[in-house]
């Protein structure tokens, strides 16, 4: 039950991806906020996104063994929540996708969902998945959940500790 239920939420997710879409709020500074299922192009293209996307790029070289671990594991999903408003996310996502990019990772099998200031995101995925941090990245395996690195990680570099996820699973 347990595994078709893990199914069943990454198909969900695949759906919702085809559609996304996503709330505009604006925050308690008066900027905007996105609430919701968000992409890539999203932060990096949208004005109100742009300055830090770009800026938090700038010197970044991901980490040669998470490269390598996603370029020999691209059948692996992320489910990835963030925050438009968090500094910790604004620091590591544009770098999540630097590191997909260098190891040619299919972007399409990232699912990024952007939640308010109460960690809360439309359909109640970010309880769900019992999201408290921002940024949460979500390793999934078959429809299951395999880890998460959350914020930083545990080495305070997010990309060695996902290389270390991933290599655990093989």
């Not at 996708?97 to 099998?109: K, M, N, S, V």
């Not at 699912?111 to 308010?116: C, E, N, S, Y």
């Not at 809360?120 to 999934?140: C, D, L, N, Q």
Request: glycine share 4%.
């Amino acid at each position: 039950m347990k595994r078709k239920c893990s199914v069943l939420i990454v198909l969900i997710f695949a759906v919702l991806s085809l559609n996304a879409q996503h709330e505009i709020l604006t925050d308690r500074n008066g900027k905007k906020m996105l609430k919701g299922m968000v992409s890539r192009s999203d932060l990096s293209e949208d004005s109100a996104f742009t300055a830090w996307y770009h800026r938090n790029l700038q010197g970044y070289m991901p980490d040669s063994l998470a490269i390598e671990a996603l370029r020999k594991n691209k059948d692996l999903e992320f489910i990835v929540f963030m925050g438009t408003w968090c500094p910790d996310s604004q620091f590591i996502i544009p770098k999540f996708f630097r590191l997909l990019q260098e190891a040619e990772f299919p972007e399409e099998q990232v699912t990024m969902l952007a939640t308010d200031r109460y960690k809360k995101t439309s359909a109640r995925w970010a309880e769900a998945f019992a999201i408290r941090y921002v940024p949460t990245i979500i390793v999934m395996v078959n429809g299951k959940e395999a880890g998460r690195v959350v914020e930083y990680g545990a080495s305070g570099k997010f990309d060695r500790d996902l290389a270390q996820l991933i290599a655990s699973l093989n």
